[in-house]
């Protein structure tokens, strides 16, 4: 009995070990190892993260020729082939180093939680939603940007500019401004006169016996009403300062809301139905980027793109609000090589590679010449998104809790709301306050 | 008279029978039918209100392993069938042996041990996700298919009843005959109690082959970003998210039932000694 013990140990032993070999050998990406070998440690480095990053900054701006760097970079799969043209490009821009990149496949908003498993192992360079960067920083996980600073801030957007700073610091590096919702319809129920107002919207679509799918019980596109005409604030730190929400203004936002609900061709759905029944059963939606390809695919000549409408509030046309929100490239608070780290952050959101990042993927740029360009006002939702931004509220500093209180609110209204619609917005606005902290 | 009334009644109960069952299966194989229709189908939309597809196509196919540079389908197969060879090798061999020391040999403690390891198998394995991750992290382990492969047959060793009920029923004499002869323990194992014992063996490899296969959630944490190391499941997952799911989805599902294949087979040419397996090794606890 012992001896087969014995023996089944021993095998197992010497399994694990031919393991450890194997890996160590064909893993090839050292940054990897050197990052995880780090991990043991970590505890005691996050302690003095700041004296850390001092030195290492030193270090890294008095000895920048000749040195071999590996960079793990993060980006979403349909990315991939941008983020290795990039590298290319880099490589060749700095030829005094030897840069050794690992790109891995993790998506914007999934940065945050592989971050919070293990930092240590996380990219050294990665994008992520603006609106995500609060808890990021709040988390200690973004380095902040000391190199090229003065620049980033000026050949970027103002808001994409104020959506990458917080508590005073800038944190990243705007990338993209291509987050928002706007208006699909379909050229032959609709004319572009048509798509200027909610209620014309409504008859038509309702005349040609077809819908206009608006999910207001999604929170992000339910403030689409309530920031209409309400000023919603943050400080520097994004805490709530100011909310207007419950007076007469957003009691008009909220009846508005409530006669579109009630409206026969009001539905209220999710954007799968905007993207799916767009040339069938429905007539205008709101969605987003993601969607356009499909939706002009399927509706070909017919396919048509803009702002959202007005709605009729209290009497007069109110232009209805949306979300501005981007993407930014960040650094690991732990990454080994924060000098380079930054220095390809800052190319991968230069204006060249903006230009490259709208030529290959169609990405929405944040910097300013990219943005102003022709080609890129050719790009029907590219157009939709910058005309409705006009009318939109950086979308940065929010964050979860924020969403559940409008989410619970067009909810109600969405079942026909019974209430008081005053006491039901002193509710909302009392429970975004509580969110605040 | 009366007979061919218990004739009628027989038929009548029988045609009940049936039908129920005729139901059942319908209701059963519909979603398997649907993901197989989807598979075929030209048209790319994930969201439609028909089932037949308008167009047929065996082109979801070819994409799935000829167009890799977004999703490199054929890498995730093979690293998921490699994993799951692996790591059921190990566990059915861990599985086994365990199961026949605790049904045959007599040590201290070895109701305690048999109970702990029972309770033990009653926590869901992803509680200790982070734990095991950094555990892994540690032995250099995360992001490698080994990584993965120890995951699966470490916990083999919990799931030892079936397999000791099955090793409980066979016939001590012949143990005791074999020991006459001059066989040790381990030569019965190996020489006695084995061969007598396909059908456990063959439900044990089933169950681990299985195990990487449907496993999303520690392929996904293990593996992090690192795409070509990933399995199917965190693979395929990735190519329903909301910028990819309005052009890949029909190629999601011929993902799925390229997938299911290897499951297939391997349950076709074993499904007599897996049947014989879970009822034998249940007689007797």
Known sequence: MKRTLAIALALMLALFALAGCGTDTDSGSSSNSGNSSNSGSSTTDSGSSTADSGTSTDSGTAANDGETVDLLVWGPQEDQEFLAVVAERFKAANPQNTYNFTFGVVKEDEVKSRL??????????????????????????????????????????????????????????????????????????????????????????????????????????????????????????????????????????????????????????????????????????????????????????????????????????????????????????????????????????????????????????????????????????????????????????????YWSPVEALMQEINAGLTGDVQSALNAVVEQLFLANG | MSNFKRFLKHEVVDFLYHLLLAVMSVIWLLPVAWLILNSLRLEKDPYIAYILPKTFTLQNYVNLFTNTRDFDFPRWFMNTLTVAIFSCLISTLLILMISYTLSRLR????????????????????????????????????????????????????????????????????????????????????????????????????????APWVDFIFANVIMRGKSDKWTVAVGLRNMIERNNVLEYFTQFCAGIVVVSIPLVILFMLTQKNYVAGVTSGSTKG
């Open chain 1, 116 to 401: 919070g498993e293990d930092i240590t192992s996380g990219a050294d360079v990665f994008r992520l939603p603006d609106d995500q960067m609060r808890d990021l920083v709040n988390s200690g996980s973004l380095y902040e940007i000391t190199r090229n600073a003065d620049n980033v801030k000026s050949r970027n957007a103002q808001s994409s500019v104020e959506g990458a700073i917080l508590g005073g610091k800038l944190m990243g590096y705007p990338s993209a401004a291509d987050n928002g919702y706007y208006l699909y319809y379909d050229k032959s129920v609709l004319s572009d006169e048509d798509v200027k107002t909610l209620d014309a919207i409504l008859e038509k679509s309702a005349a040609a016996g077809k819908k206009l799918v608006y999910p207001i019980t999604i929170g992000w596109v339910g403030y689409s009403w309530l920031l209409a005409q309400g000023t919603f604030e943050f400080d520097g730190d994004g805490k709530l300062t100011d909310c207007d929400f419950n007076n007469a203004d957003g009691v008009a936002a909220i009846e508005a809301a409530v006669a579109m609900v009630a409206h026969s061709a009001f539905l209220n759905g999710d954007f799968d139905q905007v993207s799916s029944g767009l040339g069938d059963t429905v007539a205008a939606g709101v969605g987003g980027g993601w969607m356009a390809d499909a939706i002009q695919e399927k509706l070909g000549d017919n396919y048509g793109v803009t702002k959202l409408p007005t709605a009729t509030m209290g009497g007069k046309q109110v232009q209805l609000s949306s979300w501005a929100g981007g993407k930014i490239v960040g650094v690991n608070s732990h990454t080994q090589v924060p000098v380079h780290a930054m220095d390809f952050a800052d190319f991968l959101t230069s204006e060249e590679m903006q230009q490259l990042a709208f030529e290959m993927r169609q990405t929405g740029p944040s910097n300013i010449n990219v943005a102003n360009s022709d080609a890129l006002k050719g790009v029907p939702h590219l157009a939709a998104l910058a005309y409705q931004a006009q009318f939109a509220q950086v979308q940065a500093k929010m964050s979860d809790p």
């Open chain 2, 107 to 210: 040590f201290p403690a070895r109701r305690l041990y048999m109970n702990i390891l029972l309770i033990l198998g009653m926590f869901p394995g992803f509680m200790a996700m982070v734990a095991v991750y950094h555990l892994l992290n540690l032995m250099n382990l995360t992001q490698t298919l080994t990584g993965l492969v120890v995951i699966y047959s470490s916990g083999a060793a919990l799931t030892y009843y079936v397999a000791k009920g099955f090793f409980d029923t066979i016939p001590r004499s012949l143990d005791e005959a074999a020991t006459l002869d001059g066989a040790s323990k381990n030569t019965i194992f190996w020489r006695i109690t084995l061969p007598m014992s396909r059908p456990i063996i063959t439900y044990t490899i089933i169950l681990t082959f299985i």
